[in-house]
């Protein structure tokens, strides 16, 4: 399984970004997908995940209310939207796929910087 992430970028504070992570390859295999960040200095840290089959969605407690997971089967991508993004909301973000409950799967990190 290969990830594409994309969409981040450079936002103030208050504003709104939505990240896109396309999957390829054996993407049948794959149980849900996540998206989590490492800001510098800091260790990498869970977001949010989507179950494929059932589309249950879980965030951290940091992020509920503002960041919306959510995936297009179709186009075997899922997307996170960030509102209300804070310069604390700064990280590389990476989409990760799970195969048999293990984060097995990594795509390249997409940076977002929010500014304040």
């Known amino acids: 399984v290969q990830l594409q992430a994309s969409g981040g970028g450079l936002v103030q504070a208050g504003g709104s970004l939505r990240l896109s992570c396309a999957a390829s390859g054996r993407t049948n295999s794959v149980y849900a997908t996540g998206w989590f960040r490492q800001a510098p200095g800091k260790e990498r840290e869970f977001v949010a995940r989507?179950?494929?089959?059932?589309?249950?969605?879980y965030y951290t407690d940091s992020v509920k209310g503002r960041f919306t997971i959510s995936g297009d089967n179709a186009k075997n991508t899922v997307y996170l939207q960030m509102n209300s993004l804070k310069p604390e909301d700064t990280a590389i973000y990476y989409c990760?796929?799970?195969?048999?409950?293990?984060?097995?799967?990594w795509g390249q990190g997409t940076q977002v910087t929010v500014s304040s």
């Open positions: 989507i179950r494929w089959s059932s589309k249950i969605t």
């Open positions: 990760a796929a799970n195969n048999a409950g293990s984060w097995e799967y």
